[in-house]
Every structure is written in structure tokens, then in C-alpha cells.
């Protein structure tokens, strides 16, 4: 889905001179060759106010970054794919506070680690299993592979546990093979960002019967109209996909990650990822921030209940991020932010030292994409690029500045 500007700013309370102030900030992003290409929207009062695309998708190819352009979203399937589980939760197929042991009978031994090597650890037994809202809130004990923090993390690469990815293994295999390792920490005790989102889309596997991509093809995307969203890039709109970038350390330049044309995205894949696998436009995901700030519905379709939307979008945690193991995150500070149902929540602006509202909900992609609904603004921005690792630049902060100074009503 494409998008374009539906509505004068100025009839929205957002001042016209003050939105050009992001043009010049994504302009000299590409033209200080810091980034190839990127684009960024502004939704407020249910109406796009602000749509820019600098640079290329593709540099080799000399592809423009467009309203049309196809990108890694990453992690920011995440709350996709939380909708989703939640569209089971409405239908009575679990309870929040349920053992996910009870579909996944793999999770009924969990174990967790408390010293030792990657060849010789020491384990104990879990206080309780893992739940549904363990997994939405990034409370349940699992780690990623990729972090290279701590001797669970190289058990996960030890037992290749990767998920958006070629192999073997399909979903349920793969998920299986995650089980039978130790969690970092008891269930509930901190938080930690994970597979757990992966786990869930087993589960809306397991729960509806459905493969997970079919439940989020035929049961989330497409009512939503979101048509250029998928686990896969089709043959003919490969023209369209960016290629991925990184910082060559020996000078600095731009280098190819993923190439757009070679990348695993064109290809089929075993296993699929909730929790980083999709790939879509810039107005697909404004459509879906839509949904969000209309509380579970879009164009006439509903997903979700109000109440559901509410639940998933407030604090879930005891304490800040900051406090409860985000540090092992390198994507900025977070004092002052919580985490709902598959989301970041602001608690408070002034102790994230961030422009915004309580409230805000919102959460980013490792190729630097972010995004961020503000129901107190009602308001929605989007941000797109194709950068890595996510801590390059600061792109979504510097953003939150220049979207919110926009506001003058």
C-alpha cells in the first residue's frame, strides 16, 4: 500500500514550515552518505499530514526510495504478530496468565540457568511456567542468539536457533529445539528481549490449526489492507525491495548487507518469524498504526475489541526498562518506559528525556526502522531506512523532536 499526504497540516494543528524541518534532516542523512535511502509519514487526527523519501533503496541499482519501496521490517513484526495471538485470546483459546506448557508441552520442564559453562551448566528447575503475557511482555526467560551476553545466549547459537531463516527445521521444530535450553532468568523475574515473540507465533500456529503465515496473511494483513507486507518478497516486486546496508569500518562508507535481489527475503523460507520475519511499504504500516490509534478497527474491519487494544497498549512491568535488563539493548535509554502487550509504553516523557506523551506506545526494527502512536496526540509516525546495526544514529529520537515540535494547536 502506498501513501500520500491526505490532508493540509495546518488544518490538523501541524505547522507547514516546521514539517520541512524533516526534509532537511532526512535529506542530509543521504547526502552525508550516512544512510542510503529513507522515508518517514506523520498520521494525526486519522490523516496523513507528512510523507518524505530521500535517497535510494538500492544505491547499485540506482532505485529511489519511494512511497512504494519494500523494507525489512524486522522486530516491528512484533506487534503484528501480538495482534494476532490476541485475536485467539478474544476467541477463548487461552488466558493471559495460562502456562504456555498447555499448547507447547515442550515448556512443562523449563529450566534455568545459574552458573556454570555452555558445556557444563548448572541448572535448576523454573518457580513457574511460562505464560501467555511472559512471552508479550519479554518477561519469559528466553534471550536471542545474537546478543553474546551471557552462556544461554551461546547455547542458542550452539543449538542454531534462528527463526526468520533457511534449514531444516520448520516453526514447530525450531521452537522445540528452543524449549529443551535453559532460560536466563525464573518467568517474570526481569525482562529480557527475545524469541518469545517467536514463540508466539508458534502458538497462533498450534492454537487456530492455521500455518502462522497463512493465520497472518489471510487473518491480519490483508483485512487490513496491508498488501505489501509478507514473510516473503514475490518475484515482481523484487524491483521494489531495498537492499540492506552497514557501515564499512575500514572507511566508513556504505556497504551491502542483504542485497536486495540475492537476499533470503525473495525465497521461501521453513521458518517463519513473529518476531522479526516481515518485510512492507511505509503505508502499510501507517495502516496498521491506524488500527492501533482507532482501538481494533480499520476501513469498516475489526480485530480487536477496544478494551483488548487498551489492555495491550498500557504498562505491564513493575519498573522501568532501564531497571529490569533493557541495558542489554544498545538502542538508547529507557528510564521513564515500560512495556505492554508487545509494545514499548512511555510511563513518563521527563524521565526519558524524550518530546511525547504518556501513554505513547511504540517499537523499532534492527535495519533502524521505528514507530510510535500517541493516542493523546492521536497521532502516528513511521520511519523507514535500511540500516545496521539500529544503534547507528539515533534516528528515532532525533525524530520525536522534529515530529512533535511540528505541533502548534
Given at each position: 500500500m502506498?501513501i500520500?499526504?491526505?490532508a493540509?497540516p495546518?488544518t490538523?494543528?501541524l ?11 532526512l535529506?542530509n542523512?543521504?547526502a552525508s552518505g550516512?544512510?542510503?535511502?529513507a522515508s518517514?509519514?506523520?498520521?494525526r487526527?486519522g ?9 535510494k ?6 532505485t529511489?526510495?519511494?512511497?512504494d519501496t519494500?523494507?525489512?521490517i ?15 485470546y478474544?476467541?477463548?483459546?487461552f488466558?493471559l ?11 512443562k ?10 558445556l557444563?551448566?548448572?541448572l535448576?528447575?523454573?518457580n513457574?511456567?511460562i ?6 511482555t519479554?518477561?519469559a ?9 551471557s ?7 550452539q ?7 533457511p ?6 521444530e525450531?521452537t522445540?529445539?528452543?524449549a ?15 524469541n518469545a515473540?517467536d514463540?508466539?507465533g508458534?502458538?497462533?500456529e ?10 497472518m496473511?489471510t ?6 489492507g496491508?498488501n505489501?507486507?509478507?514473510f516473503?518478497v514475490?518475484a ?15 572507511d ?25 520475519g ?8 501507517m495502516?496498521?498504526c491506524?488500527f492501533?490509534l482507532n ?6 474491519v475489526?480485530?480487536?475489541?477496544r478494551k ?15 531497571a529490569l ?18 509494545f514499548?509504553?512511555?510511563r513518563d516523557?521527563?524521565q526519558a528525556?524524550i518530546l ?5 506506545y511504540?517499537?523499532?526494527?534492527a ?8 493516542p493523546?496526540e492521536?497521532?502516528a ?19 520525536r523532536?522534529?515530529?512533535?515540535q511540528?505541533?502548534v494547536?
Open positions: 502506498s500520500a499526504v491526505t493540509a495546518a490538523l494543528g505547522a507547514p514550515d516546521r514539517l520541512a524541518r524533516i526534509d532537511g534532516w535529506d542523512y543521504v550516512k544512510l542510503a535511502g518517514a509519514a506523520i498520521l487526527r490523516q496523513v499530514a507528512y510523507f518524505h523519501a530521500a535517497g533503496a538500492d544505491i547499485a541499482r540506482n529511489a526510495m519511494d512511497a519494500i523494507v525489512r524486522y522486530s516491528m513484526t512484533k506487534p503484528l504478530t501480538s495482534v494476532a495471538i490476541m485475536m485467539l478474544e476467541e477463548g483459546g488466558q496468565d495460562d502456562p504456555i506448557s498447555n499448547v507447547l508441552p515442550e515448556f520442564s523449563s529450566q534455568v540457568y545459574v552458573g556454570g559453562s555452555r557444563r551448566p548448572q535448576v528447575t523454573a513457574r511456567g505464560t501467555y503475557r511472559d512471552l508479550l519479554h518477561t526467560g528466553l534471550s536471542y542468539s545474537f546478543m553474546e551476553q552462556v544461554v545466549d551461546a547455547m542458542y547459537r543449538g542454531k536457533i534462528e527463526f526468520n531463516a534449514g531444516e527445521r520448520n516453526l514447530r525450531t522445540r529445539a528452543l529443551a535450553l535453559p532460560l536466563l532468568f525464573h518467568p517474570g523475574q526481569e525482562w529480557n528481549y527475545s515473540t514463540v508466539l508458534c502458538l497462533v498450534v492454537i487456530s490449526g492455521v500455518p502462522f503465515d497463512e493465520f496473511r487473518r491480519v494483513l490483508a483485512p487490513l496491508m505489501d507486507t509478507d516473503t514475490p515482481d516486486k523484487i524491483s521494489r525491495f531495498a537492499s540492506n546496508y552497514y557501515i564499512n569500518p575500514k566508513g562508507s556504505l556497504a551491502v548487507l542483504d542485497d536486495s535481489h540475492t537476499s533470503h527475503y525473495t525465497k521461501p523460507l521453513s521458518v517463519i518469524s513473529g518476531g522479526g516481515l518485510a512492507g511499504t511505509i503505508g502499510d504500516y495502516r496498521f491506524r492501533l482501538k481494533g478497527t480499520l476501513d469498516g475489526r480485530l480487536l475489541g483488548t487494544i487498551e489492555l495491550m497498549t498500557m504498562n505491564h512491568l513493575k519498573a522501568d526498562l532501564s535488563g533493557a541495558s542489554r539493548l544498545s538502542d538508547g535509554n529507557f528510564d521513564g518506559v515500560g512495556f505492554g502487550l508487545g514499548s509504553v512511555v516523557p521527563a528525556q511525547g506523551s504518556a501513554g505513547s511504540a517499537w523499532s526494527g535495519a533502524s526502522t521505528h514507530f510510535w502512536c500517541d493523546a492521536e497521532m509516525v513511521v520511519f523507514l531506512t535500511q540500516m545496521m546495526p539500529s544503534s547507528t544514529y539515533q534516528v528515532g529520537k532525533e525524530l523532536v522534529l515530529a512533535y511540528a505541533i494547536d
